[in-house]
């Protein structure tokens, strides 16, 4: 059975930074791409970064340069270390993961098979 298990969400302010993790089991976790997405109040999930199983990442325009993505293997468990954190950045962030999905379909959140639970994240302003 695949699970993953997001955690690191809170409260911060304008500016502040926080780490998410996602924490994978059930799956052989080095084949597959995993994804960051978001979903604020009343908008759709979207797309914020993807981790391919080579360690090649791909961000969001918004996100570039104060976002960032790593995997840890043999942890099983993917990152999202946010920097300069801003409101427009509050949401509920979901980790996705895939092993099929192709580059140009990594920010479509319907190419993904598995999916957390969530964690919210807050920027206060």
């Known amino acids: 059975q695949v699970q993953l298990v997001e955690s690191g969400g809170g409260l911060v302010q304008d500016g502040g930074s926080l780490r998410l993790s996602c924490a994978a089991s059930g799956l052989t976790f080095s084949s597959y791409t995993v994804g960051w997405f978001r979903q604020a109040p009343g908008k759709e999930r979207e797309f914020v970064t993807a981790i391919r199983y080579n360690g090649y990442t791909y961000y969001r325009d918004s996100v570039k340069g104060r976002f960032t993505a790593s995997r840890d293997s043999a942890k099983k468990t993917v990152y999202l270390q946010m920097n300069s954190l801003e409101p427009e950045d509050t949401a509920v962030y979901y980790c996705?993961?895939?092993?099929?999905?192709?580059?140009?379909?990594?920010?479509?959140?319907?190419?993904?098979?598995?999916w957390g639970q969530g964690t919210q994240v807050t920027v206060s302003s």
């Open positions: 996705a993961a895939d092993r099929n999905v192709i580059l140009s379909a990594l920010r479509d959140p319907n190419q993904y098979d598995f």
